[in-house]
């Protein structure tokens, strides 16, 4: 399982994108990159995943560079309710066994 | 699709007693379930996976004993915090998914908030 490395905390304001890197050094072949969104007192809610290059759906895109040591991910023009915690985990394949790191915990200003 | 419901959202307890938190796969069938541990401002702490038909595999240092695990169905895991204390209160999640599923993401409960007075 890959360990991963994030900022603890970011601000940012209304209608601004955000990117929260994470660093992933020893991500193995198998490994996914798989990010979650968290709000306070509720389970974490799954954003995007991807294995490399760019992925993009309708809440984010997710940046993996060829080397895979890190990813980024990204929100656009985020709003007040977008203020949560975001985890970045790295999922080896056919193990099904997630390990959070701290995640990072983004407030969105007005 | 692909949604996990935990009962009861909330509960609270007297010390020594024991509770028990439901974990069902709404809509999809789940032979393998995962239960976190969740203290303030803090990260989710994987305490077990649990397993349809067979033992629950238990992190290193939870105890097997306190938190009991029950899979009897392939939609239902049970968490039972036995002889509960103070130091037992947090938030508890469980999470899913169907099978060969992983490439879509897990996905989780709404969590369980125990406390135990």
């Known amino acids: 399982l890959a360990k991963t490395t994030q900022p603890i905390s970011m601000d940012s304001y209304e209608g601004q994108e955000v990117n929260i890197t994470c660093s992933h050094n020893n991500i193995a072949t198998n490994d996914y990159i798989t990010w979650y969104q968290q709000f306070p007192s509720q389970g974490p809610r799954f954003i995007i995943q991807g294995y490399k290059t760019k992925v993009t759906n309708e809440v984010a895109s997710l940046f993996i560079p060829a080397d895979r040591k890190s990813s980024t991910l990204s929100l656009p023009r985020v709003s007040l309710s977008d203020t949560a915690v975001y985890y970045c985990l790295g999922v080896t394949s056919g193990t099904y066994k997630y390990i959070f790191g701290t995640g990072t915990r983004l407030k969105v200003l007005a | 699709g692909a949604v996990v419901s935990q009962h009861p959202s909330w509960v609270i307890c007297k010390s020594g007693t024991s509770v028990k938190i439901e974990c069902r796969s709404l809509d999809f069938q789940a032979t393998t379930m995962f239960w976190y541990r969740q203290f303030p401002k803090q990260s989710l702490m994987l305490m077990a996976t649990?397993?349809?038909?067979?033992?629950?595999?238990?992190e290193q240092g939870v105890e097997k004993d306190k938190f009991l695990i029950n899979h009897a169905s392939l939609t239902l895991s049970t968490l039972t915090v036995t002889s509960a204390h103070p130091e037992d209160s947090s938030f508890y999640i469980c999470?899913?998914?169907?099978?060969?599923?992983?490439?879509?993401?897990?996905?989780f409960g709404s969590g369980t908030r125990l406390t135990v007075v």
């Open positions: 649990s397993n349809e038909g067979s033992k629950a595999t238990y």
């Open positions: 999470s899913a998914t169907p099978f060969g599923g992983h490439h879509y993401g897990y996905t």
